[in-house]
């Protein structure tokens, strides 16, 4: 348990993770000082105005977004969100995952025409393990060594074995020729960070001002279909003025929030690209209420719910309906996977079990009162009304076991009347609180309040402020909280699942299985076990994935592969019209 406490912790840290950086420097430009160039010679991109352009240093995603063009990693995420190697030629982890041995492809070329080594690998890890403010230091944190064995060969030990090891390899790869015994002031200026290793170079670089791209022609990854145009990307100073100067038609490509995204739609002047980003949202039980430890509510709760149509009102269907904190695109997502959906009858006849389970929990506490060795399988209750809901259900088992212990006391849950329901909801009101701030989550608690009224379930909202929200989830002061998060660099939700404070034996069972697997196949049987453990037990009710957009100037052609790890991915493929 003191492995899977530690490696939670380190999941905590990527939680967090960003990236980014700024710049300082001296150099001068030879190229016109100017807000806007020349549309048919330039692909125009903006980032925010940076305090170093040195890629480990850098805190600011939106220059981290232009210096993925410039900088390659050992492996990268694809648009789907899975691993891909980048720099890596080959690699083979050890049994026990505490192991990497990596070697790096033998054609790869820094910007100044030398070769890219085992070197600087082992470089780059040392100066993010020299700077804990590095927005890419927890990635390293379960690193203990990275050892050189030739120009090309090297392997990274773990303090921890650890399944998703492989995915915390995706930091950018920086040039030891270049910055080694630079003292840390040196470090940040940009005269010493112009020289990469990714599809572009940094041609000019005029501090606070904008910075210009060219295409590198050396690059091992380019074909004779790719965009020869530069790139000029000038330097703003807030993520507003990235948005306004789209609109402007000042900049050709920009990624923009859900917030903004109303402005594009219906512009003949732009093409939107939508995808997957990172930000997760979810309503979390507070399992210290009597009522929400027991299994039958919240099934009740979940049937009760109506998420398509929080997605569609709420979140004007800009959010993808999931349920479980991982991207929809991952190998790992078990799309196959019945969801407890809207379904009130449902919602109905799980309250009359509830009547039956809470008494006997009154007379023989039971730590989750509806749970039992054959808590596999989906209750009976669903079977019952396959008539009405036949496309949703179709994979609900019964459990004959639970009825007949039902029916041991001489009742089934169809005997229990309205009136004992009434009866048993009487004197229960549910607190739901949301940040005020978040104007999706606050439709979707509206939403839920009316989904659970209509089944007899009182409700009050409470709309907090930030930090009045984060007061009432550190007291609890809640009985169902919608809150997100933002899901972690790697494909491990055992963070987010720990958090949701359900007290499991088996959960925990399954979370270490999880963290210990030892290849993809292994990790895919336990997420899928795992997956639906989650839902047996409806430990939370889960809204999905928010979309994040990229947009386009409609005078560019071709589409972006985007990830939230890198947004302009391909756009040495993207033509002008």
């Known amino acids: ?83 891909q190697p980048k720099l890596v030629d080959s690699y083979n982890i050890s049994s026990n995952n505490k192991s990497i041995d990596i070697t790096l492809k033998d054609n790869i070329k820094w910007h100044n025409g030398q070769s890219l080594t085992a070197s600087d690998v082992k470089y780059t890890y040392d100066l993010i393990k020299k700077n804990t403010d590095s927005s890419y230091y927890s990635l390293v944190s379960n690193i203990s060594k990275i050892s050189v064995n030739g120009s090309k060969n090297l392997t990274i030990t773990f303090k921890d074995g650890y399944a998703f090891s492989l995915e915390t390899l995706i930091f950018p790869i920086v040039s030891k020729d270049k910055l080694d015994n630079l003292k840390s002031d040196k470090l940040k200026l940009a005269s010493n960070n112009l020289i990469g290793n990714g599809a572009y170079k940094i041609k000019t670089y005029e501090d606070r001002n904008y910075m210009l791209l060219e295409l590198n022609k050396d690059y091992y990854d380019l074909d004779k279909n790719n965009n020869k145009k530069e790139v000029y990307v000038k330097m703003v100073p807030d993520n507003e003025s990235q948005t306004e100067m789209v609109l402007s038609l000042d900049s050709d490509v920009s990624r923009v929030t859900l917030g903004s995204i109303s402005k594009f739609v219906d512009n003949d002047n732009f093409v939107i690209n939508k995808y997957q980003g990172r930000n997760y949202d979810y309503v979390l039980f507070n399992y210290d209420n009597e009522y929400l430890k027991n299994l039958d509510i919240r099934k009740a709760i979940s049937f009760a719910i109506d998420r398509n149509s929080i997605i569609k009102d709420a979140y004007s269907n800009r959010a993808k309906l999931t349920n479980f904190p991982l991207n929809s695109t991952s190998v790992y997502y078990d799309n196959e996977l019945k969801p407890l959906s809207y379904n009130t009858e449902n919602a109905d006849n799980y309250l009359k079990k509830a009547v039956l389970s809470l008494s006997k929990t009154d007379d023989n506490k039971e730590k989750d009162t509806t749970d039992d060795k054959d808590n596999t399988d989906e209750e009976k209750t669903e079977a019952d009304d396959k008539a009405t809901n036949n496309k949703e259900n179709t994979s609900d088992k019964k459990d004959d076991k639970k009825d007949s212990k039902d029916s041991k006391k001489g009742r089934y849950f169809k005997d229990v009347t309205n009136s004992e329901v009434r009866a048993l909801l009487k004197d229960v009101t549910f ?110 009710i889960s809204f999905g994935i928010l979309d994040d957009y990229v947009v386009l100037n409609g005078r560019l052609d071709g589409e972006l592969i985007c990830n939230d790890f890198n947004v302009y991915r391909g756009i040495n493929t993207i033509k002008i019209k």
Do not use: H, W
């Not at 807000?35 to 125009?44: F, T």
């Not at 220059?63 to 648009?79: A, C, G, I, R, T």
């Not at 989830?473 to 055992?494: F, H, M, N, Q, R």
């Open 431 to 540: 607190k739901i609180i949301v940040n005020k701030n978040n104007s999706e989550r606050v439709k979707a608690a509206t939403i839920i309040s009316n989904n659970l009224e209509a089944i007899g379930i009182k409700t009050e909202i409470k709309d907090l402020e930030d930090d009045e929200m984060t007061k009432a989830l550190d007291k609890k002061d809640y009985d169902l909280a919608l809150i997100g998060c933002e899901l972690p660099a790697v494909s491990d939700a055992t963070y987010i699942i720990k958090q949701l404070g359900y007290d499991d034996k088996q959960l925990d069972k399954y979370l270490n299985a999880l963290q210990n697997a030892n290849s993809e196949d292994e990790i895919k049987s336990t997420y899928k076990t795992l997956q639906k453990y989650v839902k047996e037990k409806a430990i939370f």
């Open 1 to 83: 348990m003191k492995k899977v406490v530690k490696l939670v912790s380190i999941l905590l840290a990527l939680m967090v993770f960003v990236v980014g950086c700024s710049a300082d420097t001296e150099k001068k430009s030879e190229e016109k000082n100017t807000s806007k160039q020349d549309g048919s010679q330039y692909i125009n991109l903006t980032m925010i105005k940076p305090t170093t352009i040195n890629p480990i240093l850098n805190n600011d995603k939106s220059v981290s977004y232009v210096l993925n063009l410039v900088y390659d990693s050992l492996f990268e995420f694809d648009e789907n969100y899975n691993l």
